[in-house]
């Protein structure tokens, strides 16, 4: 099983390797108290934002990585790191612009500054991250962006464990609050961790954006077989090839992050009056990217004025399929731009 579960791992890291993510074969530099890669994190800052990083430098003498660091920790524990994401981070000393986390791909291609800036973004795939100050957990894969963590897997085979084996470790031993110290883990934390957590076999993939215990909650991240459930066969290799090969693609990935992911807020009045404020995070289903990712290709190539159906089984997610379409639709440009 050891050996079986070790070669799925490599197997994945080796992909990922090979399609320009950076790949970390053990945990070293990992910053368990804030949750962060700080290599990554200040590499991209200094390689794309110089002169903000001089000015912070010069303001706290000697003192601008750990303020840095601080800064955006307050921000994620705070808002969140999706909010961190897409809208950077101010930090004293800085100047009134702050500092991106990331840079996205511009929806057209005439500013070739933003090109550049998007190409030295840095994706990164660690092995075996012990998360925890508290504990030597370690869970199997964590992938960051520029520093920040947006996904963990935990992998299983099919030889001798499955799926659910991959779901229960989350909800027995992927506590976002220590049991013994009671302390917060900051990347398995709700909203202030990492985006999503997948749940990954040979076979199938499933996924979750919060962690809670027994009560945590997958939802399937398969691509469907004939109709039905599952994944189907794959001649090639995994049948879940696809989560790495597809969706772990660096364009994909990041235009994930930027138009995809979402954090939805709901307030409900009960009969007494009293407000009660609830916060989901989304991240698609793969039928819901596959849709929406065909959809914008298609336009792109067929031109405006064309008909199209999205054909969705009740409560599968069409009215977000239908907004992540209008939204991607509004800023589409095709290859002349």
Known sequence: ??????????????????????????????DAER?????????????TQSKSWERLKSFHNGASQN???????????????????RKGFKATGAGSNGFDL???APSHGFNEEVKERYAKNRLRVMRQVHYS????NSIDLVLFVNGVPVATIELKTDFTQGIDDAKNQYKTDRNPRDPQTKKEEPLLKFKRGALVHFAVSTSEVWMTTKLNGMDSFFLPFNK???????NPPNPDGYQTAYLWEEIFQKDRWLKILESFVQLEVKTTTDKAGAKKTSETLIFPRYHQLDAVTKLISAVKTEGAGKNYLFQHSVGSGKSNTIGWSAH???TLHNASD
Not at 15 to 25: C, F, H, N, R, V
């Open 224 to 230: 469907g077989f004939e109709g039905g459930k599952g």
């Open 102 to 104: 990331i840079q996205f």
């Open 67 to 85: 303020t840095l660091l601080d800064r955006l920790v307050k921000v994620q524990d705070t808002e969140g790191t999706l909010h961190a994401l």
């Open 35 to 47: 949750g962060l890669f700080p290599e990554d994190l200040l590499g991209f800052i200094q390689d």
């Open 133 to 136: 100050t508290s504990n030597r």
């Open 328 to 330: 991607q639709l509004s």
């Open 1 to 30: 099983m050891i050996h079986n579960e070790y070669q799925f791992e490599m197997d994945v890291c080796d992909y990922l390797a090979a399609q320009g993510w950076l790949y970390s074969k053990d945990d070293k530099g990992y």
